[in-house]
């Protein structure tokens, strides 16, 4: 496959991975299906970072449809070559990659934190904390403790979930755009083009 139907793919690849992080943060906003809980203020503060929904998510739609725009591209060249606007497409979807990896890396840092911290919950003394807040992510591997979150209920195994689910998306995002920076890079610098009649199957 050329650069710019590796890009093509990659491109759509980002498109449905920046939906579901957009997805999967909207849902950290109504544990057990209800809306009180952010109304009162009672979310984890690293819900409030909107990494899915802007990191993961809005910044990640530029670099989507410019990966996806490069195949469709007619390069019309400069100084009579065609070969030359090729390239500078191709250069340019370096710059949006590397929107890209900003985006996606804030997501993955503030799913990370949001792990490491634990949900904001009403614990058993009828108080409001952040109760595995000193645990350094230890609660992860001991689901016995996660009882000490009363309300919301199960709140724990919806922050965790959630926030892994962010975590992985993002590291995928960062991983497609690193690909595409090389890619970009590869086929700015060599100006290697497939022809136009080639299909693509991702």
Known sequence: MCPRGCARCAGHSLLWLAVLCVVANVLLYF???ETRYASEGHLSRFV???SGLAGGGALMFLPAFVFIGLEEDDCCGCCGHENCGKRCAMLSSVL?????????GYCVIVAALGLAEGPLCLNSHGQ???TFANTDGQYLLDTSTWSQCIEPK???EW???LFSILLALGGIEFILCLIQIINGMIGGICGYCCSRR???DC
């Open 48 to 50: 409030w970072f909107f």
């Open 154 to 156: 199960h709140v724990v």
């Open 31 to 33: 544990p057990n299906a």
């Open 198 to 200: 080639q299909r693509y």
């Open 96 to 104: 949006a990659a590397l929107i890209g990896i900003a985006g996606s």
């Open 159 to 161: 922050n965790v979930s």
């Open 128 to 130: 409001w904390n952040y």
